[in-house]
Nanobody, 126 residues
Framework: VQLQASGGGLVQAGGSLRLSCAAS????????VGWFRQAPGKERDFVATISWRGGGTYYADSVKGRFTISRDNAKNTVVHLQMNSLKPEDTAVYYC???????????????????WGQGTQVTVSS
């Protein structure tokens, strides 16, 4: 599975951005796609995840109500992360990742995901 993240940029606080993650290759093996973010000097943190088949979603408390993860209706191998009401603390490199193995581990942990995209920078100015 290959993942290509895009859509990052510079935005003022309160603004919006939409990130996209395009999956290719053995996409039939995907169980879920997640978004993580990593600020300078910090660990990579969970943001949101979506079940590839059922469409169920789950969010970090810090983004709940502001971010929405969804699968593109027309291009079903693309997952979007709509980010509204952005705050300076949302500044980070955002990564998408794919879970391709059934396992009973925390869906918010990086170890749950097998394939990672290259990351896209999101900068929110105050």
């Amino acid at each position: 599975v290959q993942l290509q993240a895009s859509g990052g940029g510079l935005v003022q606080a309160g603004g919006s951005l939409r990130l996209s993650c395009a999956a290719s290759g053995r996409t039939f093996s995907i169980y879920a796609v997640g978004w993580f973010r990593q600020a300078p000097g910090k660990e990579r943190d969970f943001v949101a995840t979506i079940s590839w088949r059922g469409g169920g979603t789950y969010y970090a408390d810090s983004v709940k109500g502001r971010f929405t993860i969804s699968r593109d209706n027309a291009k079903n191998t693309v997952v979007h992360l709509q980010m509204n009401s952005l705050k300076p603390e949302d500044t980070a490199v955002y990564y998408c990742a794919a879970d391709t193995s059934p396992r009973n581990t925390d869906r918010t942990g990086t170890s749950r995901y097998d394939y990672w995209g290259q990351g896209t920078q999101v900068t929110v100015s105050s």
